[in-house]
């Protein structure tokens, strides 16, 4: 089963303050759970978004010093 982060838990894990991860579920967009008057977020939902946030780097080559 899943652990289920507090708001203030899956802040920590981004390194960013309660107000994104409050605004990410008021936007939905990210799921999550509400147990009466307490949201949660299933930790795997917070590692899933996390990678689809990823962003590749670019393989640039230079030439001359530009960018080919």
Do not use: C, Q
Request: no cysteine.
């Amino acid at each position: 089963m899943d652990r289920l982060l507090s708001v203030e838990e899956a802040a920590a894990r981004l390194g960013t303050t309660e107000r994104f991860p409050r605004r990410l579920i008021a936007e939905r967009r990210i799921e999550f759970v509400k147990l009466g008057t307490h949201v949660r977020i299933r930790e795997s939902v917070l590692n899933a978004y996390i990678a689809e946030s990823t962003v590749e780097p670019l393989s640039v080559r230079w030439r001359n010093g530009a960018v080919a």
